[in-house]
């Protein structure tokens, strides 16, 4: 996966070749934000479009941009591996 940033967001960026374009999504929005070009230099255009409205939207609608993370992170793993690590 390819990876973008701009003013502290991050995109992840994908070809799609149905359009023969890429495909950039913000990442750790609460929504969707999603924006198409055929350059790096039209992609890093269109991402500054498509996060100014999707602020304004925001704002508009009193919502927060960005997920709220708890820290937590759960990981699964074998129960053999599990009784060794906490043994």
Known sequence: ??????????????YDPELDQFRGEI???NGSADFYGKSPASLRKEFKNSLKVYLEVCEEKGIAPTKEYSGKFNLRIPPRLHSEIAA
């Open 27 to 29: 990442l750790g929005l």
């Open 1 to 14: 996966m390819n990876m973008m940033e701009v003013d502290g967001y991050k995109v992840k960026i994908e």
